[in-house]
């Protein structure tokens, strides 16, 4: 499924031949658009001739349509994509800063480049700021980088924004951009004295068949994990049926006193439980955040090992198909959930708990007191690790490759 | 052989909507087949941080932004970003080159001079330069394509680069109009 690992697949050279070929695309659309003359740009904010806002809503609607439909449709994965995180103040304050840029040189520094490409030499002195400007910002922003790296709301997106699901935000894109359109044309007319019975018919066509495309994306939705989980599943269940994400509770002991990696604790069993008993340093992880772990601001390049557990395995397992679907890395699961930790360590917590017969997925010890994790089974002591015996470490930690943008 | 081809009479840009469409199918590709954008700034970045690095290499390392894409022996020009904004400039050539619009020219408004219009390019440039990477992002590593996957930054970002120039605009209505 799309985006492609495109190192693994074409090689060093083959991936930056392809990004050339992306780039060479986006000269090619962007000198055949007029964004390599400065006056077409610089018209736009005079109401005379819309181009900018024409080509650049219309580029991103189609896209947008697009990306969200071959998504709704299995054939990309969202998640995979790079989205801009959100620094909310810096990026109004840098935007107002480009405004200024924008109206005074004519050009943004892409366009800037294709003008530079066809000879216009108010194109070159763009650039040539252009390259002077970012060297100044380079010298400068270790004098305020703390509001540089303000106001971070990570991988926000609108439609978390909004609450809403992402295929109506689509459709509510594709209309304001339409009404944007209609209200532009105008404009011009006014402003520009241009004759809207010349303009092709066919933008009507275009823009109904944009309209139906993201209709259509909304009706369809976005995959669910389940979804997804049902297309992936030949590939991840193996690493069920085999056990291998299940961890030992002398593996489980042994990572607690490991400090050379980060070891994050997710308890998925209901507050009760959890206040009833759960390890020390765990954290208890409600459905929803679970579902949505680039909300949480959890990096999952860093060097750590997730733990999820329940009172036995079914939930957890749950549990860590979600996760696999949004490809958290090393994730791992308590083998027996808390009832076989409780178990194995119960010599240790003596007196203050007591073994009771109940249904699965039920905690199968009755506490005196909800002490927590106040209790030594909570995190039993490293030479215990030598009365466990053996045990064959499942965990294997895997590098994941961070994505960055255009302008990273 | 340029200059034969330039001659010719320009032929007439696309229109908009139809360019806009052409340009989304090609923002749709790159984000379907790697992932990513697309983007200019963070490459013209790296460039400058390239040279930077053959002279002082000592200030590079002790500055944190800088840091990240050359310090010690990282080579700020490994990065897919470079032969994007290469392929930028080779298709702007191509499609000037076959549309008869390779043109030496200073385009502007008809009430200043060449020397005038250069001057406000440069420094209309320096000021984009500076925002573009205080904004993490240029129009199009940050509105165009933060805005087709939707990140509620680069919306924010993009009406505040318009509100921004259409405040300021008739206050340098001379140099265009």
């Known amino acids: 499924m799309a ?7 074409l090689g060093y050279w083959g991936m930056m031949a392809l990004y050339f070929m992306l780039g060479l695309g986006f000269g090619v659309a962007l000198e055949l658009s007029g964004f390599g003359k400065s006056t077409k740009l610089a018209a736009q904010f005079y109401f005379k001739e819309l181009t900018v806002l024409k080509v650049m809503f219309t580029a991103i609607i189609t896209a947008m349509v697009l990306i969200f439909l071959a998504s709704s449709l299995g054939l990309l994965d969202y998640s995979k994509l790079y989205v801009n995180t959100t620094y909310l103040w810096p990026g109004i304050v840098g935007g107002l800063i480009m405004g200024v840029g924008f109206i005074v040189g004519g050009f943004c520094p892409g366009t800037s480049l294709v003008g530079m490409a066809t000879f216009k030499l108010d194109g070159l002195f763009f650039v040539l700021g252009g390259l002077f400007g970012i060297f100044m910002f380079g010298e400068t922003v270790s004098l305020y980088d703390t509001f540089w790296n303000s106001s971070f709301f990570g991988r926000l997106t609108l439609f978390d924004f909004f609450a809403v699901p992402a295929g109506i935000v689509v459709v509510g894109v594709v ?3 339409l009404g944007m359109f209609w209200g532009g044309e105008h404009l011009e007319r006014i402003f520009g004295g241009r004759d809207l019975q010349k303009e092709p018919k066919w933008r009507y066509a275009a823009a109904a068949g944009l ?16 979804k997804k989980w049902h297309r992936l599943a030949a590939q991840k269940q193996p690493l069920l049926d085999s056990r291998a994400v299940y961890i030992e509770p002398a593996e489980m002991l042994s990572l607690i006193h490991d400090d050379t990696r980060g070891l994050l604790l997710w308890d998925v069993r209901s507050e009760r439980d959890f206040n009833l008993f759960h390890m020390r340093s765990a954290v208890r992880m409600e459905e929803e955040t ?5 909300r949480t601001g959890i990096d999952p390049t860093a060097n750590q090992v997730i733990v999820i557990m329940g009172n036995d395995e079914k939930a957890a397992t749950e549990v860590w198909k979600w996760l696999a679907m949004q490809d958290i890395p090393n994730v791992y699961i308590l083998g027996g959930g808390i009832n076989r930790w409780l178990e194995t360590f119960a010599a240790e917590a003596r007196g203050l708990m007591v073994k009771k017969e109940g249904p699965a997925e039920t905690l199968r010890y009755a506490f ?5 994790a106040r209790q030594p089974a909570a995190e039993p002591d490293q030479h215990l690790l030598k009365s466990l015996g053996e045990f064959t470490p499942k965990v294997k930690m895997t590098k994941v490759v961070k994505r960055q943008g255009g302008c990273g | 052989m340029a200059n034969t ?4 009479p320009a032929r007439p840009y696309l229109h908009p909507y139809l360019g806009g469409m052409i340009l989304g199918t090609v923002l749709f590709l790159s984000f379907f087949l790697s992932g990513n954008g697309l983007g200019a700034s963070g490459g013209l970045n ?8 053959l002279i002082v290499p000592g200030h ?3 500055t944190p932004y800088l840091l990240e894409m050359a310090g010690g022996n990282l080579n700020p020009l490994d990065a897919w970003i470079i032969p994007m904004v290469l392929g930028t400039i080779a298709g702007g050539f191509l499609s000037g080159f076959f549309n008869g619009r390779l043109k030496v020219e200073t385009n502007k408004g008809p009430n200043i001079s060449n020397r005038t219009r250069w001057i406000m390019a440069f420094a209309g440039g320096a000021i984009m330069g500076y925002g573009a990477r205080f904004a993490r992002g240029c129009t199009s590593g940050q509105a165009l394509s933060g805005g087709a996957v939707l990140s509620a930054g680069s919306w924010v970002f993009m009406f505040s680069v318009f509100a921004s120039a259409y405040a300021l605009a008739w206050f340098v209505r001379k140099a265009w109009n």
Do not use: C, S, W
Request: charged share 20%.
């Open chain 2, 46 to 53: 790296r460039i400058i941080v390239f040279f930077e690095d």
């Open chain 1, 211 to 226: 309209l139906l495309l993201a209709l259509a994306t909304a009706f369809n939705g976005q995959p669910t994990l389940e």
């Open chain 1, 3 to 9: 985006p492609f690992q495109l190192q693994a697949a």
């Open chain 1, 175 to 177: 209309l304001m951009a």
């Open chain 2, 60 to 62: 590079i390392d002790r």
């Open chain 1, 368 to 372: 005196r007191a909800a002490l927590g």
């Open chain 2, 5 to 8: 081809r330039a001659k010719k």
């Open chain 1, 290 to 294: 679970l579902r949505n772990i680039h």
